[in-house]
């Protein structure tokens, strides 16, 4: 009687059941390969804002505005607006698009000061011009968070900001592209997936697919289940 033998059947596949796939776009930061299985995100808004103090201030201050780890910026109008200051120090309020607002003090010190509003998302840093005009009470900047144009997927990342932190659609292929841009794909929007197939782009594999993360695709109507492979028997 001839030995029996067991061959392990492992098609690497993404999907199993009620898969639904979506023309989209990849934003590629540079160029870059995604395998097949590489979870996506998508990219909300910009991480840097560009921002100018408004016309009529005292102070010839200059600001940057940089997103959070693990925040969305809203989209919209935002305001910043300095309280009583003394000797360009106190306090300063920032207001996001739908009127929720905070207030961080300047430290002092030094010629820069990294206003962290954490409950909206942002640092501000504002920069005293040394020789030029203390920024004075009153002073103010307004600037516009715009959302990327079509809201592109991007590879997910569990300490991405501004949407890529949030799971949102799965490759069922790999792609490629030799530099910077987007890429039309066709993605994988909702089913049942293969859990042990699932790749977090920085990581290079699928790790640290936590039980948070699962639950993070489920929400969406991508349902990630572990799958045992099934063996063939060949008594040939």
Do not use: C, H
Not at 35 to 42: E, Q, S
Not at 97 to 117: I, K, S, Y
Not at 184 to 194: M, Q, S
């Amino acid at each position: 009687m001839a030995n029996k033998v067991v061959t392990n059947v492992d098609i690497y596949s993404i999907a199993l059941a009620n898969e639904e796939l979506q023309d989209d776009t990849v934003l590629f930061a540079a160029a870059d390969t995604f395998v097949k299985g590489t979870i996506m995100a998508r990219k909300l808004v910009s991480d840097t804002v560009p921002v100018t103090p408004d016309v009529g201030n005292t102070g010839t201050f200059t600001l940057a505005v940089v997103a959070n780890a693990a925040k969305t910026l809203k989209a919209g109008t935002w305001t910043l607006v300095a309280g009583t200051l003394s000797s360009g120090l106190g306090p300063w309020t920032l207001t996001d698009p739908e009127g929720a607002a905070q207030t961080v003090t300047t430290a002092g010190g030094v010629n820069t000061d990294d206003l962290n509003f954490a409950n909206l998302g942002l640092t501000v840093t504002v920069t005293d011009p040394g020789s030029g005009t203390e920024f004075a009470t009153g002073d103010s900047a307004t600037f516009v968070v715009s959302a990327q144009s079509g809201t592109p997927l991007v590879p997910f990342s569990p300490t991405g900001v501004n949407g890529a932190q949030t799971p949102k659609a799965l490759m069922t292929y790999e792609i490629t592209k030799s530099g910077s841009g987007s890429l039309a794909v066709r993605a994988l929007v909702k089913g049942k997936v293969n859990k042990s197939r699932l790749v977090i782009d920085e990581d290079g594999d699928g790790d640290n697919v936590t039980a948070v993360i699962v639950d993070q695709l489920n929400d969406v109507g991508i349902v990630a289940v572990p799958v045992q492979q099934l063996a063939v028997l060949d008594n040939q």
